[in-house]
């Protein structure tokens, strides 16, 4: 039986730190872009329902896929085990870097 792969996929969306588990991820076919699809959320137990899983399970509701900007990833792991999706508050500076181009073209000769 092959081995069934969980990745943990870390980014920054709107000052808060994401932190969802999916089947795939791949550099997709979005230049630019990290493709994150087959989310998985805990369906462990019905009688505990933790609050902050359930805000990330609510925003991605019927989301085949989505695709990621390569520089709000912080990491991507794979785990043997998922744990509890979250949103948590960004623990930064109030400095936000500029954006920095991921391709530049090279002069033309």
Do not use: C, W
């Amino acid at each position: 039986m092959a081995a069934s792969h969980i990745f943990k996929v870390v980014f920054v969306n709107q000052g808060k730190v994401y932190e969802i588990y999916a089947r795939k991820v791949s550099h997709g076919s979005l230049f630019g872009f990290v493709e994150v699809e087959e989310l998985v959320f805990g369906e462990r137990s019905a009688v505990v329902v933790d609050p902050t899983e359930e805000k990330v399970k609510a925003e991605f509701e019927g989301v085949k896929r989505t695709y990621l900007p390569m520089h709000s990833v912080l990491r991507i792991d794979e785990v043997r085990q998922q744990g509890v999706s979250k949103i948590s508050n960004f623990e930064g500076s109030n400095v936000t870097p500029f954006p920095m181009p991921v391709y530049t073209p090279g002069d033309k000769k």
